[in-house]
């Protein structure tokens, strides 16, 4: 029997995991070993469903964790048969209660430690492989399929970033862009004595997530816990 004295949140993971096989929670456990914080994603105004579901794949697939989702005059939809239930592990924050959202939405990052990196060629932009992962959490963010960033989100940005190509056509469809920057800079993370992975707090609300999503009628099996939890 659990100890009163555990946290409400790691009581409620150890109640849940009974409903899940040992395998599903060894691979929660493998997944969040790999899980990161210290990059997150930001989309602005992506009006394409396949090109908006794709970005949360390659997310999900390298492991960054949270995707800011900016709604000024697109609603972000979903495309199942392309994100194939990867929005299921993510932890995916809207903005969309305001005329224009970007000010908001990237205040909101800096405030929380992230630089603002516009993926966008600039005058002052600098190459893919040249990113300096040592100088703090960086919140990558990327346009529209047609117009690409807002003037507002390229005047807040801290740092610009591209991808050098020797190619006539010099543009990349958005989807593959952040693909790209996201393979990129999460595998020379982990290759780095950065302190890049999850905190155990954060790993705990992750796997709680993961485990609510995982398992049917998930409402009525915590109303239980809830209801004949000792007082």
Not at 136 to 144: D, E, H, P, Q, R
Request: aromatic share 10%.
């Amino acid at each position: 029997m659990l100890p009163f004295f555990l946290p409400m949140e790691e009581k409620l993971i150890e109640h849940l995991r009974q409903f899940v096989s040992e395998r599903r929670m060894q691979q929660f456990e493998t997944k969040l070993q790999y899980r990161t914080r210290y990059l997150t994603v930001v989309l602005e105004d992506l009006y394409q469903p396949h090109n908006a579901s794709a970005v949360l794949r390659s997310c999900e697939c390298f492991g960054i964790q949270d995707v800011h989702i900016i709604e000024n005059q697109n609603e972000y939809r979903i495309s199942p048969d392309v994100a194939l239930g990867s929005y299921k592990w993510l932890t995916l924050n809207r903005y969309n209660t305001e005329s224009h959202n970007t000010a908001a939405s990237l205040d909101s990052l800096r405030k929380n430690g992230y630089r603002i990196v516009a993926a966008t060629p600039h005058k002052n932009d600098g190459n893919l492989e040249d990113f300096d992962l040592a100088k703090g959490k960086a919140a990558l963010v990327f346009g529209s399929e047609l117009n690409g960033l807002s003037d507002t989100a390229l005047n807040m940005a801290d740092e610009y970033l591209k991808i050098p190509m020797v190619g006539f056509t010099e543009s990349l469809n958005i989807s593959v862009s952040a693909a790209i920057c996201i393979h990129f800079l999460s595998l020379k993370l982990r290759q780095t004595e950065l302190f890049w992975q999850l905190s155990v707090s954060d790993k705990q609300n992750v796997l709680l997530s993961w485990l609510r999503n995982s398992i049917k009628k998930v409402d009525l099996i915590e109303r239980s816990f809830h209801e004949n939890r000792p007082r």
